[in-house]
């Protein structure tokens, strides 16, 4: 069970912008990084299944299967299998062009259109086997069940989601194609787990919000609340949140049972400052965090100085 630290982002920006943020904060920006994943994973089964063949790689170290009906013809369907199979030992970012790469490559292989039931059986045993096996991190729902229909699972992968969860940090740092296959591990031999990139990169190991409340202030500012595990998201996570939207935040964060209290304020994507915080009372009994100075080298740190006050 994990310790959920609080975090508390004061937002001012353009008021365009502050918009475009909500839709963010709500989950109402569609997730198109979720889509290039759901579509890698129909071509890594239909590679894996013999439906397609690279034209030109040989082998594929991570994952030898995913070789084993050897080389196929010049098609252009193979053609384009052959141009993923190159992202995802790359393991690209999941960015803007490699999103668009990515969703080229999967209509020109025209997997969409194979149904289940027109797939050959062998082939079938082989996709049905890896889905079994990576159930979980597929189609983010651990299952005890035996009952898990493959062929539902291979039609899902083409019903792409329109929302995405509130605050989604994968929509700000993108994340990489071959970590978010691999999941939680053991089917990309030497390359990133998800969780191992997402601790790295976003400091988060589920890079989301969680208990989300926002409320808007005038055009241009917005308070944001949110809880993440264990720790605050990374400091160029939310730096980079600060020059996405080209806006100054002041964050907040509090995990009280390990005492990890603290403040940074990012403009623009930079950041200005930072701060000790200690949790106190207010006079109305509610609770309030306030700004400890960070004491300069060879200071003694003192809390008689408050910079600001936040009510929660």
């Given at each position: ?12 920006g ?6 475009i ?5 709500t ?9 290039a994943?759901?579509r ?26 995913l ?12 053609m ?23 969703e ?13 039931e027109?797939?050959?059986e ?7 086997r ?9 189609f983010?729902?651990a ?8 062929g539902?699972?291979?039609?899902r ?14 929509q ?14 053991g ?29 808007r202030?005038g ?8 809880d ?51 949790i106190?009372?207010?006079d ?6 306030h ?15 408050v ?6």
């Amino acid at each position: 069970m994990s310790d959920w630290c609080h975090n508390r982002l004061e937002i001012t920006g353009k008021s365009a912008l502050i918009g475009i943020m909500e839709e963010w904060i709500t989950g109402e920006a569609v997730p198109l990084y979720r889509h290039a994943v759901m579509r890698s994973i129909k071509l890594f089964l239909a590679g894996c299944g013999g439906l397609l063949r690279p034209v030109k790689t040989e082998s594929f170290t991570p994952f030898p299967g995913l070789m084993q009906s050897g080389t196929g013809l010049g098609t252009p369907a193979n053609m384009a299998f052959d141009q993923w199979l190159g992202l995802l030992r790359r393991d690209v970012p999941l960015d803007g062009e490699h999103l668009r790469t990515i969703e080229r490559i999967y209509h020109q292989s025209g997997i969409d259109a194979i149904r289940w039931e027109s797939i050959p059986e062998v082939s079938r045993r082989h996709i049905a086997r890896l889905i079994e096996e990576r159930y979980a991190d597929w189609f983010g729902v651990a299952t005890l069940s035996r009952e898990i229909d493959p062929g539902q699972c291979w039609e899902r992968l083409s019903q792409l989601p329109e929302r995405a969860q509130p605050c989604d940090m994968l929509q700000i740092i993108p994340s990489r194609l071959a970590a978010e296959l691999n999941g939680t591990g053991g089917l990309l031999a030497g390359m990133s787990t998800a969780s191992s990139l997402y601790c790295r990169q976003y400091g988060m190991e589920w890079p989301a919000g969680h208990n989300v409340s926002w409320q808007r202030e005038g055009l241009s500012s917005i308070k944001l609340e949110f809880d993440s595990a264990w720790f605050p998201p990374a400091g160029e996570l939310v730096a980079a949140l600060s020059s996405t939207f080209d806006c100054e935040i002041r964050h907040w964060y509090s995990e009280p049972v390990h005492e990890l209290d603290g403040y940074d304020c990012y403009d623009r994507g930079d950041h200005v400052c930072s701060a000790e915080a200690t949790i106190d009372e207010l006079d109305d009994d509610r609770p309030g965090l306030h700004l400890v100075p960070a004491a300069e080298p060879g200071e003694p740190k003192t809390g008689s100085s408050v910079n600001r006050t936040v009510q929660a």
